[in-house]
């Protein structure tokens, strides 16, 4: 055996013998290492602790109004006494019950309206749609989307638990007035229009009622 090989070999034996002394040292990875939990400072700085923030703002609130803000805090008074209450669903609500007052509204229905409206405004809307009987007119209306809806305040009484949200509405309908003869006397059917309004809903929150009435309009 010349002193090349021999070499070689010797070589390969202290390799070997290198990697089984890692292989005790620092172990093997398999894949998954569970998490260490640190007991102590790690060398090169000092212990650093971390603090796990429960809570903080509410994200159903935060998400469209300042929690800081009158809404926010009403907002948050009206979840203490009613747990279940969302910001969000009340919007979806809002939305549809909007619809649904228009149309209402402009259909003469007052038998649906009665049941949305504080007994002030369906006494307004009622003198409305009666007058507009008297005259033999008639609204034809279809509503094609709502453009924009923000929410732009809230009110919350502890006194009475009555809580205020007021909601700004821009829809886009179709509309025209017609006569007894079937005339249109006002508007157009095929001319989309824009539908602006700010509405006042409230309710007394933790009651067994769950609707909210509508109970100020403006523009």
Not at 22 to 51: K, Q
Not at 156 to 166: G, Q, R, S, V, Y
Request: proline share 5%; charged share 25%; with cysteine.
């Amino acid at each position: 055996m010349n002193s090349a090989l021999i070499q070689l070999l010797v070589l390969a034996a202290i390799a070997v013998f290198l990697v089984l002394r890692l292989r005790n040292v620092l172990g093997t990875r398999d894949g998954y290492e569970p998490p260490v939990e640190r007991t102590g400072p790690t060398t090169g700085g000092p212990a650093r602790d971390f603090e796990v923030i429960e809570g903080g703002p509410d994200p159903d609130i935060a998400d469209h109004v300042d929690p800081d803000s009158r809404a926010g805090q009403a907002f948050a008074a009206m979840k203490r006494v009613e747990s279940d209450f969302s910001v969000s669903e009340f919007q979806s609500g809002a939305r549809q019950a909007y619809e649904m007052i228009l149309m209402a509204f402009e259909g003469d229905d007052l038998e649906t309206l009665k049941g949305f409206l504080a007994p002030d405004v369906y006494d307004s809307f009622a003198a409305v749609v009666e007058e507009r009987q008297s005259k033999g007119l008639k609204v034809e209306a279809n509503f094609i989307g709502m453009r924009e809806m923000k929410l732009m305040d809230a009110m919350f009484d502890p006194a009475n638990n009555e809580a205020e949200i007021t909601m700004k509405f821009i829809a886009e309908i179709t509309s025209c007035v017609k006569n007894d003869a079937g005339e249109v006397i006002e508007g157009d059917p095929n001319t989309i229009k824009r539908q602006k309004d700010v509405w006042t809903f409230a309710r007394i929150m933790g009651s067994d009622d769950p609707n909210w009435q509508l109970v100020a309009t403006g523009e």
